[in-house]
Nanobody
Framework: QVQLVESGGGLVQAGGSLRLSCAASGRTFSSYAVGWFRQAPGKEREFVAAISWSGGSTYYADSVKGRFTISRDNAKNTVYLQMNSLKPEDTAVYYC????????????????WGQGTQVTVSS
């Protein structure tokens, strides 16, 4: 069993930065891949970024490539999402999710989800 808690969301102006954290409980967290997804009002939840269990592989949605960076510290049971050059269209609730061997961008393949953290980017 893995429990996930996101933090770090907030209100930021366009062009600014935020770093989200996804803290996990469970001794086997280091064996899980982790993805970040987001959901804007009235829209479906969409893939943002993912990282393999070792941190050796990362994946990004085209919309965030070059602006967002995903990383993990398995000693701290934490995954991070550094978000730079934020745009108003990045406004959403951001969720982290974990799975052992997912197809990274496929939401349904993740087994555990956090409660989400709100990111609001003002223009």
């Amino acid at each position: 069993q893995v429990q996930l808690v996101e933090s770090g969301g907030g209100l930021v102006q366009a062009g600014g930065s935020l770093r989200l954290s996804c803290a996990a409980s469970g001794r086997t967290f280091s064996s899980y891949a982790v993805g970040w997804f987001r959901q804007a009002p009235g829209k479906e939840r969409e893939f943002v970024a993912a990282i393999s269990w070792s941190g050796g592989s990362t994946y990004y949605a085209d919309s965030v490539k070059g602006r967002f960076t995903i990383s993990r510290d398995n000693a701290k049971n934490t995954v991070y999402l550094q978000m730079n050059s934020l745009k108003p269209e990045d406004t959403a609730v951001y969720y982290c999710a974990a799975a052992r061997a997912p197809t990274y961008e496929v939401l349904d393949e993740y087994d555990y989800w956090g409660q989400g953290t709100q990111v609001t980017v003002s223009s």
